[in-house]
């Protein structure tokens, strides 16, 4: 198995979705539907089409509709057989057939980086893939098969970064760049959610990483950072220092699925671009006299 292979995604999976309460009270919020599917279904299929065949769930109490979603579901297959439902039927086979699953339950939820460190055992000594739900990113090439073509190119840590707002530089993580190329930078240092006055620049780290397993013995010994959580940005700012790290400047529209804006925005575009959704929701916004724009080119 040559190394440059990137086979395994770690999704962590434990927060407690405080920005989407109270419909997160008892739910998931990785459950949340995007139209027709959820959330974690969407990363799920882009780490898939990326070429991963492991995706290893970090979950926490309260989250086994995860799990359910990705497994079988006999009654309601054999239901759907009986009633002679075939498509929809195949569509709810291939949802357990997508991956080999594996959960890890974070019994505290102490952080990113400590999640990520949960799958430690599980990924052994191998590069990998991380994917947080939150962002959902709509791209013609996958977002995480983005990264993964410079990182066989350039052999070191890849993270997906776009450019923001200054004033939204205090959600993200931010990167000290030195410009490579276009799109391709190197990544100097970076910063857990920086005040705007102190960010090293505007692009953000957007949820997409692939990262050698040399990041692990780094978490072990991350301490609590910004609001007392382990942060995998802390341990990606060590690992910087020590080997090659690289941002690419991810092609596609972004969504920050966790907020509820960003939700109701993504929900909106997603239902325009369904086939059988889009003209009758289309039509449906144009009598509303809804200035959206219209559905996106
Ligand atoms: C996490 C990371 C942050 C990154 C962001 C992307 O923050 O800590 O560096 O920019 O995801 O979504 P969170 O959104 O979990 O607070």
Redesign the pocket.
């Known amino acids: 198995m040559s190394h440059s292979e990137i086979r395994k995604a770690v999704i962590p999976a434990a927060?407690l979705g405080t920005r989407f309460l109270p419909a997160t009270k008892a739910s998931p919020k990785e459950m949340l539907p995007l139209v027709d599917k959820p959330l974690i279904q969407y990363v799920v299929e882009e780490a898939v089409a990326s070429g991963i065949q492991d995706i290893i769930v970090i979950t926490g109490r309260g989250k086994r509709a995860i799990e359910d979603h990705f497994d079988r579901s006999f009654e309601l297959e054999e239901n759907l057989k009986g009633s002679g439902k075939a498509q929809v039927l195949s569509q709810i086979r291939r949802i357990s057939n997508l991956a080999n699953f594996c959960y890890v339950r974070q019994s505290e939820a102490l952080g990113?980086g400590h999640a990520v460190l949960c799958a430690q055992h599980l990924i052994g000594d191998e590069p990998f893939a991380v994917i947080?739900g939150?962002?959902i990113i709509d791209a013609p090439t996958p977002a995480l098969a983005q990264l993964i073509h410079v990182f066989k190119k350039r052999k070191g840590a890849v993270l997906g970064v776009q450019a923001v707002p200054r004033s939204e530089v205090s959600?993200?993580?931010i990167i000290a760049p030195r410009r490579l190329a276009p799109g391709l930078h190197r990544v100097e240092d970076l910063v857990?959610?920086p005040a705007p006055a102190d960010a090293p620049s505007h692009y953000?780290?957007?949820?997409r990483y692939v990262l050698p397993p040399a990041i692990f013995p780094i978490l072990r010994k991350t301490q609590p950072g910004k609001n007392g959580e382990i942060?995998?940005?802390d341990a990606l700012r060590q690992l910087a220092k020590q080997s090659p790290m690289f941002a690419y400047e991810v092609q596609g529209q972004r969504h920050d699925a966790?907020d509820k804006l960003g939700f109701l925005i993504a929900t909106v575009e997603f239902a325009l671009k369904n086939p059988s959704l889009g003209p009758p929701f289309s039509d449906y916004l144009k009598r509303l006299r809804l200035n959206t724009g219209g559905p996106r080119a």
């Open positions: 927060g990113l947080l939150d962002e959600r993200y993580g857990e959610k953000a780290v957007i949820g942060q995998l940005t966790g």
